[in-house]
């Protein structure tokens, strides 16, 4: 049966969802990707407009810009995005409204890379910059963490953060939050994951602090949450905060589910709307990270857990890459929303070919400029293939 002729039905990754004030079209998010294209200065350029626009008019409910720094030693790299200064506010202000003007809901990810900032581009190695890399313009800086013990061997030692330090770190994601508001995002999420810095607060692993950041889950706990209260306070009740977290490190000593799990009960306390799973990180050292499953929806089983056992609402990442599979997500309760990287950046369109696949839509959901034509499109198409002919009939 063609698409056509399918009697149209609701799916459920196609069902809006409502997050606070904020109301998503669908459950379809497109996750923040780190694409190293900014310049030292932190500025959205054209680029990221025509970058992360194209999703929205792909038919994403919500379009996440890659991790943007809250201070300029907190970058993972020379290219990141930035928020620690208001001369970057407009540059972004032009990629959220260019997400919203085009039916996508703009959201944000602020982050800290800590312990493991100052590196390379990805097509440069991703590993610690050097003097090497400042004779071409890529300089290091100095970076920070939880404690003086570097991300992996060959990686800067960071310089342990002073308990008097900490608020300090801590008023600048307010101020990025203030500033990420003024820019008109709607959604906020804290990068939490990975290893950056507020993970590395958090997992035993990268915090053998001993004062009372340290220790205990409680201690460890402390600056996670007073950093979801500051942000929390600096934006306003109707706009949406998520928080992305390595839900295990997937390493002998570290995090494990339960330890997510507590994690997300005390987020949503504090104020967090949606978690948003991923693993691994805590440490650079990839060869230590074996115990999580890297297949087809990797994470989904960990959203499904923090989903039946809290009362957060769950994304889930990770080699989503068809609707059938997207829609069993929501359908089956692994996951409230589902998040697609890579297979975006392969198909922009992504979004609306699920809904196609899934409720046998026809172009109406696209914007009439492309839905007229390609309804025309399909119509031309159809009526050679019921003639017989096929792209190839020219060389019978």
Excluded at 123 to 151: F, H, K, Y
Excluded at 189 to 212: M, Q
Aim: net charge negative; glycine share 10%.
């Amino acid at each position: 049966m063609d698409l056509e002729s399918r009697p149209p039905r609701q799916s459920h990754l196609h069902s809006p969802v409502t997050i606070r004030g904020v109301t998503l079209k669908n459950r379809i998010m497109v996750s923040p990707m780190c694409m190293y294209g900014a310049g030292i200065d932190g500025l959205a350029t054209e680029f990221h407009i025509v970058h992360l626009g194209r999703f929205a008019l792909g038919g994403a409910g919500l379009v996440m810009v890659e991790a943007t720094a809250v201070e300029e030693r907190g970058r993972i790299s020379n290219g990141d995005l930035g928020l620690w200064s208001d001369e970057q506010i407009e540059p972004l202000a032009r990629v959220a409204r260019s997400i919203s003007s085009l039916g996508g809901v703009a959201a944000i990810q602020l982050a800290h890379a800590g312990r493991k900032a100052a590196i390379s581009a990805p097509w440069n190695g991703m590993s610690p910059l050097t003097a090497e890399d400042a004779m071409r313009g890529d300089a290091p800086w100095p970076v920070i963490g939880p404690t003086a013990t570097p991300a992996g061997s060959g990686w800067q030692t960071p310089r342990q953060l002073t308990i008097a330090e900490i608020p300090g770190v801590i008023q600048r994601w307010a101020d990025a939050t203030r500033r990420a508001m003024d820019a008109g995002f709607d959604v906020v999420e804290l990068h939490a994951a990975h290893g950056y810095l507020i993970h590395s607060f958090l997992s035993p692993i990268s915090n053998t602090r001993t004062d009372e950041y340290g220790g205990s889950w409680q201690n460890r706990l402390r600056f996670p949450l007073e950093l979801v209260d500051a942000v929390r306070r600096s934006m306003p009740d109707e706009k949406a905060l998520m928080y992305r977290t390595s839900s295990v490190d997937g390493v002998e000593g570290g995090l494990s589910i339960d330890d997510t799990v507590r994690l997300a009960e005390a987020l949503v306390e504090h104020g967090v709307d949606v978690v948003d799973t991923s693993s691994g990180g805590v440490t650079a050292e990839r060869s230590l990270d074996t115990r999580v499953r890297r297949g087809f929806a990797f994470h989904a089983g960990f959203s499904r857990e923090i989903k039946q056992r809290t009362r957060a609402l769950t994304a889930t990442v990770g080699l989503v890459i068809d609707a059938e599979q997207a829609e069993a997500l929501v359908r089956e309760g692994f996951a409230d929303i589902i998040a697609v990287g890579r297979e975006m950046l392969n198909d922009p369109n992504w979004a609306h070919h699920t809904q196609r696949v899934l409720e046998g839509a026809n172009y109406d959901a696209w914007r009439q400029e492309s839905g007229w034509w390609l309804d025309k499109r399909e119509a031309v198409i159809d009526r050679l293939l019921a003639k017989g002919e096929t792209p190839l009939s020219l060389f019978d």
